[in-house]
């Protein structure tokens, strides 16, 4: 027999290394091959492991020095992981702008809540906090670096198997600007465990 977290470590391999041969050329088509993804993804864990359900949340708009694009919280004690993170910029002006993926200690000040949404119509609400404008202290280096043209550049980054970015026991993971404050639309997809 199979063991479901084998099965879904496959999956996400087969996935990076698909995106790494044959990256999505537009954001529209990287949001297409993410929800076909995740979907058949939390199909294995509706069917074997329940309790790791997928969700996302998304965000448009300015970019901001001081508050997030978005923000991941976990549960008290919960955990959860980011699986990836789209990114495209809505600018109408050539604009370099670099987003950071940053720890920012276990506390959110000022958050804009966003409910999650379920891959799986089946799965809890989310136990974890999530959201976006929190300007909470970030703490320690950037996981995870983005450069890119907000004039319609686009960047999906997936998590090779290993590389998940987790957060536990009321840990908060910020996206913010460290330069330039276009406008993007952004979702981040992430499973709670």
């Known amino acids: 027999m199979i063991d479901p977290i084998e099965l879904k470590t496959l999956l996400r391999r087969q996935n990076w290394l698909k995106e790494l041969r044959t990256p999505s050329r537009c954001?529209?088509?990287?949001i297409d091959r993410a929800?076909?993804?995740?979907?058949?993804?939390?199909?294995?864990?509706?069917?074997?492991?329940p309790d790791d359900p997928v969700y996302s949340i998304i965000n448009s708009g300015a970019l901001s020095l001081t508050a997030d694009h978005l923000t991941a919280q976990a549960a008290a004690a919960g955990q959860g992981r980011i699986?990836?993170?789209?990114?495209?910029?809505?600018?109408?002006?050539?604009?370099?702008?670099?987003?950071?993926?940053q720890r920012a200690g276990t506390s959110i000040t000022g958050n804009s809540v966003i409910t999650p949404e379920k891959f799986n119509s089946r799965s809890p609400a989310a136990s974890g906090v999530y959201g976006k404008a929190g300007t909470q202290a970030l703490v320690g280096n950037p996981m995870l670096v983005i450069s890119l043209n907000a004039f319609g550049g686009f960047q999906r980054w997936v998590a090779a198997p290993g590389e998940e970015m987790y957060y536990v026991n009321s840990e908060v993971i910020s996206v913010r600007s460290n330069s330039g404050t276009s406008t993007f639309g952004s979702t981040l997809v992430f499973e709670e465990l």
């Open 35 to 49: 929800w076909k993804f995740w979907t058949y993804y939390e199909q294995i864990n509706r069917d074997y492991c």
């Open 83 to 101: 699986l990836e993170f789209i990114t495209g910029g809505e600018a109408a002006a050539s604009a370099v702008n670099r987003i950071y993926v």
């Open 27 to 30: 954001y529209a088509e990287a």
